[in-house]
T-cell receptor
Framework: DAGVTQSPTHLIKTRGQQVTLRCSPKSGHDTVSWYQQALGQGPQFIFQYYEEEERQRGNFPDRFSGHQFPNYSSELNVNALLLGDSALYLC????????????FGAGTRLSVL | AQSVSQHNHHVILSEAASLELGCNYSYGGTVNLFWYVQYPGQHLQLLLKYFSGDPLVKGIKGFEAEFIKSKFSFNLRKPSVQWSDTAEYFCAVKAAGNKLTFGGGTRVLVKP
């Protein structure tokens, strides 16, 4: 039973560039949430996707956008990268829009130079 | 908006010592509460959860946590730690929707 998988594991970009991160949820899960974890801090909620729609959003600018596909996998896109976007980006999957326990992937480490 | 506070950023203790990590949250309504653990080089894993019922919940690896509603607290405990408990521990709260709000984490180092 595959857990949550994320790709790539590491990524280096320069300021102003755009990046796409990918997530495949745990088998049987239909909801994907994205979190940003800066060094030395706890994860911060970016947004949640369910039924291919963004259902809930945290306090992140519009430069952060996402998508969910019919197979429940998801992408996180960040435009116009800033140095402050350097962080570990975590994907979590769960079953159902609100009630499920969230299982986390290993994350994508993004470095913006 | 809800917030979560973990009182200790770093804890160092010896094997067989008891561990207690504090967690307080601010939110007036019904919440679900979680403790996640991140072992070195691994992903976040769920240690235990509280949804309703008995406020004393037991999780994996001998951990337990007590929900005290009047104190808005959900403290994590383990009577006797092992070297393998070295990890970072995160308390998290879920109120409305699917959003988890995490505390800043507590790094625990268990010396053999």
């Amino acid at each position: 039973d595959a857990g949550v998988t994320q790709s790539p594991t590491h990524l280096i970009k320069t300021r102003g560039q755009q990046v796409t991160l990918r997530c495949s949820p745990k088998s049987g899960h239909d909801t994907v949430s994205w979190y940003q974890q800066a060094l030395g801090q706890g994860p911060q909620f970016i947004f949640q996707y369910y039924e291919e729609e963004e259902r809930q959003r945290g306090n992140f600018p519009d430069r952060f956008s996402g998508h969910q596909f019919p197979n429940y996998s998801s992408e996180l896109n960040v435009n116009a990268l800033l140095l402050g976007d350097s962080a570990l980006y975590l994907c979590a999957s769960s079953l159902g829009e609100t009630g499920g326990i969230q299982y986390f992937g290993a994350g994508t480490r993004l470095s913006v130079l | 908006a809800q917030s979560v506070s973990q009182h200790n950023h770093h804890v160092i203790l010896s094997e067989a010592a008891s561990l207690e990590l504090g967690c307080n949250y601010s939110y007036g309504g019904t919440v679900n509460l979680f403790w996640y653990v991140q072992y070195p080089g691994q992903h976040l894993q769920l240690l235990l959860k509280y949804f309703s019922g008995d406020p004393l919940v037991k999780g994996i690896k001998g951990f337990e946590a007590e929900f005290i509603k009047s104190k808005f607290s959900f403290n994590l405990r383990k009577p006797s730690v092992q070297w393998s408990d070295t990890a970072e521990y995160f308390c998290a709260v879920k109120a409305a929707g699917n959003k988890l709000t995490f505390g800043g984490g507590t790094r625990v180092l268990v010396k053999p």
